[in-house]
């Protein structure tokens, strides 16, 4: 298993450009989330998807666009890049939602806005 | 309101040391889970220990183990035996009961180790 993976590692954008960042996982999980992790700072949620077809908002979803077509993709899309998007992007899935069913994690993309 | 709190911003322990690092939580959810996680300089976020909020004992794995105090809404990480690569970023994340199964994270807390 290749577990969850993201592309790309790293990415520099002008202001104003768009760009989709991937990810994808091969573990069958239902449950897929994106996360923003700015410097010395936790993680916050962007956006989540409980199943292919269904998403929904997280903490900071401003800027952001998902759709999850299939149970393994779940693509971030960042329209009209801001210097206030510059951060570690980080994908994650879980089996469930329940009990202690960790969410494994993307080894991040690192995204620069200038 | 923050509903994980990180106290420490960065901590030093010798080398086969025992170190504790604090998180406090906030919630009204009676139903509601603790995760740990470590993350090193490479960047990748290592799941280490869980606690759910029904659990009769507090949780090891290894030389992890979680001080859960309820009543105190304190789900502190011990690591025993410290070792070099356990130098890294901590961060404990809480998930609350319902539909959403998000996790809330604190700011984290930065280990040092020294031999």
């Known amino acids: 298993n290749a577990g969850v993976t993201q592309t790309p590692k790293f990415r520099i954008l002008k202001i104003g450009q768009s760009m989709t960042l991937q990810c994808a996982q091969d573990?069958?999980?239902?449950?897929m989330y994106w996360y923003r992790q700015d410097p010395g700072m936790g993680l916050k949620l962007i956006y989540y998807?409980?199943?292919?077809?269904?998403?929904d908002k997280g903490e900071v979803p401003n800027g952001y666009n998902v759709s999850r077509s299939t149970t393994e993709d779940f693509p971030l899309r960042l329209e009209l890049a801001a210097p206030s998007q510059t951060s570690v992007y980080f994908c994650?899935?879980?089996?469930?939602?329940?009990?202690?069913?960790?969410?494994?994690f993307g080894p991040g993309t690192r995204l620069t806005v200038t | 309101a923050q509903k994980i709190t990180q106290t420490q911003p960065g901590m030093f322990v010798q080398e086969k040391e025992a170190v504790t690092l604090d998180c406090t939580y906030d919630?009204?959810?009676?139903?509601?889970?603790l995760f740990w996680y470590k993350q090193p300089s490479s960047g990748e976020m290592i799941f280490l220990i869980y606690?759910?909020?029904?659990?009769?004992q507090n949780a090891t794995e290894g030389r992890y183990s979680l001080n859960f105090q309820k009543a105190r809404k304190s789900a502190n990480l011990v690591i025993s035996a410290s070792q070099l690569g356990d130098s890294a970023m901590y961060f404990c994340?809480?998930?609350?009961?319902?539909?959403?199964?998000?996790?809330?994270f604190g700011a984290g807390t930065t280990v040092t180790v020294r031999a």
């Open positions: 994650a899935s879980s089996y469930s939602g329940q009990g202690g069913h960790e969410q494994y």
């Open positions: 919630t009204s959810d009676p139903s509601y889970g």
């Open positions: 606690q759910g909020s029904y659990d009769q």
């Open positions: 994340a809480m998930r609350e009961g319902g539909n959403d199964y998000k996790l809330s």
């Open positions: 573990m069958n999980h239902n449950y």
């Open positions: 998807s409980v199943g292919a077809g269904i998403t």
